[in-house]
């Protein structure tokens, strides 16, 4: 009789097979189920504290799944499909873990009946690419210029989330900011860069409807010398450098002999007209601001302040690109190479102001600007950072109808649509695929099911009333009204979601189910190797009562 042959270390887990599907469906559907009552307008927030005690308060999912700590690696997989559909499209974070889970939840019948998860991959891709065909049957152009129409769909885009009953106030903020960033790159194409020109600005106090979108930057800094420089300045002419304007010191230890007693006044001197020589070079192009990402010496302050030029030091790298951007200056890396084209002139003001117990600097009113600050008031700070996350979402949505301006019907139409297309077609299918196909099916279902369900209406009924208006794909604009639960025109109540966020959901959503199907080894425990000449940690000792006396407190 053969011996038994040891491969693995006895430390080392190794599961394989259906029960990894199963622990892997789970796991998924686990974590579709935290998330699964914060869709949709009536949808339920959820609070998490954090490790430092914090609390966030929210019902975006991916801000949600952000905060989990999970064990399960399926689990995990799962969280960063949010964190891409975050990335990529900014919305639909909740639908993509719902659709996703669901997927898998219909998978689990076919695993045991030992179909092949190749087999059910492969249906799951046929139904994506016949449902994004659907998609396009269905979706419609609008006119981006309208801001009407941008409006109400930013609106209905948003009206799931806490700030939707501040009426317009945050589709207005997020359609005003992405219209101020977005760059024409000619052929039709237009580029808006949310993460890098638009700042959002938190200042606690005040109320909501104080929240404005500034033509311009921003920032939470003074001038260096506030009774001296001028805090008001109409048409300014404004100075971006980045280097320092003080005397810089040798890099390493330097040592100087002196043997006159006046040598030491002339090296003094020298570094004042090292200093004198940058401000006049500076003071050559008649700037009324003067703004540095590095320091600034008292010298520089008092020669530029004679000259009657406001100086702002040690700024953020960031801030000043979108300074830049906002009033058409140049960011200069030496102050020898500055030319009359770098001043900017674009801005209306600049104007240093106090809020709350801070103080601000403003540069507003420019004439194109191409960056801009969004400054958000309200009474906490739990509520301004929900808000801001709204924002974002919003924001995100604006840009993808700016740069897709197409439209399919929200409220759950579009996947009763997809739904019954999809169930006609697996008639056609030959062979085993017909199967998961039509699960595939089925499963679009689980998004207009979860709305009906988290606005507390009878199911059951409402999905086969449903069902039957979409029967042959007909009827593409019936969907639920995410308030009452009732049936609904979506077109009517202007309820919509951007193309490409619904298309990137089912990309994600089905791509990710065929991943964590095909996994069917888990080998954990696997340890990381150690580098060489380290001493393997011995045992942990046990103290003894005797220990104990003469250890030292160590104070708290």
């Not at 659907?134 to 609106?155: C, E, F, P, S």
């Not at 003071?283 to 008292?298: A, M, Y």
């Not at 890396?333 to 104007?351: C, H, K, V, W, Y």
């Amino acid at each position: 009789m053969q011996s038994q042959v040891l491969v693995l270390k006895d430390s080392v887990k190794r599961e394989s097979g259906s029960k990894v599907h199963h622990a892997n469906i789970q796991a998924s559907k686990a974590v579709a189920d935290i998330i699964r009552t914060t869709l949709g307008p009536r949808s339920m927030l959820k609070m998490l504290l954090d490790a430092s005690g914090g609390i966030v308060v929210t019902n975006d999912g991916n801000a949600i799944l952000r905060e989990l700590d999970l064990a399960h690696p399926a689990a995990k997989s799962m969280i960063e499909l949010s964190r891409t559909q975050d990335e990529e499209v900014g919305d639909g974070t909740t639908s993509v873990i719902i659709l996703a889970g669901e997927m898998l939840h219909v998978a689990e019948t076919f695993i045991d009946q030992h179909f092949h998860p190749t087999v059910i991959c492969r249906a799951y891709n046929k139904a994506l690419e016949d449902a994004i065909s659907v998609l396009d049957k269905i979706a419609m152009t609008i006119d981006v210029t309208d801001r009407a129409t941008m409006l109400g769909l930013i609106k209905s885009c948003i009206c799931t989330k806490f700030t939707s009953q501040f009426g317009d106030l945050i589709a207005d903020l997020a359609l005003d900011a992405t219209r101020i960033v977005g760059v024409d790159l000619g052929q039709g194409l237009r580029e808006v860069d949310i993460k890098k020109y638009i700042k959002v600005e938190k200042v606690p106090g005040g109320q909501l409807d104080d929240s404005v979108v500034l033509k311009g930057v921003m920032i939470n800094k003074d001038v260096i010398a506030p009774g001296k420089m001028r805090r008001k300045i109409v048409n300014p002419r404004i100075m971006l450098l980045d280097c320092p304007l003080e005397y810089k010191k040798g890099e390493n230890q330097t040592n100087a002999e002196l043997l006159k007693e006046e040598d030491w006044g002339l090296l003094l001197k020298l570094e004042e007209e090292y200093i004198e020589g940058l401000c006049v070079q500076i003071l050559k192009f008649k700037p009324d601001v003067v703004i540095t990402e590095k320091g600034l010496s008292d010298l520089a302050c008092h020669y530029l302040s004679k000259a009657g030029v406001t100086a702002i030091r040690r700024l953020r790298k960031t801030d000043n690109n979108r300074i830049a951007k906002a009033c058409g200056a140049v960011i200069v890396n030496r102050p020898d190479e500055l030319q009359d084209s770098d001043i900017g002139t674009g801005a209306g003001l600049f104007e240093v102001k106090k809020i709350g117990d801070e103080f601000f600097t403003f540069i507003v009113d420019c004439k194109d600007p191409k960056a801009c600050t969004v400054l958000l008031r309200g009474p906490s700070k739990d509520m301004l950072n929900e808000v801001e996350r709204n924002l974002q979402d919003a924001m995100s949505v604006a840009r993808n109808i700016l740069k897709n301006p197409k439209l399919v019907p929200g409220g759950g139409a579009s996947e009763l649509t997809v739904s019954a297309t999809l169930k006609q077609k697996s008639s056609s299918i030959e062979g085993i695929e017909k199967w998961p196909y039509e699960a595939a099916a089925l499963a679009f279902e689980a998004i207009p099911r979860t709305l009906a369900q988290n606005c507390g209406v009878n199911v059951i009924r409402t999905m086969t009333t449903l069902q039957g208006k979409h029967a042959n794909g007909e009827n593409a604009w019936i969907g639920i009204d995410g308030n009452t639960g009732a049936m609904a025109d979506v077109k009517e109540k202007k309820i919509w979601d951007a193309y490409n966020v619904k298309a990137q959901t089912f990309k994600t959503a089905i791509e990710s189910a065929c991943l964590l199907l095909r996994i069917d080894d888990i080998v954990s425990g696997i340890k990381k190797k150690q580098p060489a000449g380290s001493k393997t940690p011995s045992k942990p000792q046990v103290e003894t009562e005797g220990d104990a006396d003469n250890e030292q407190i160590i104070p708290e």
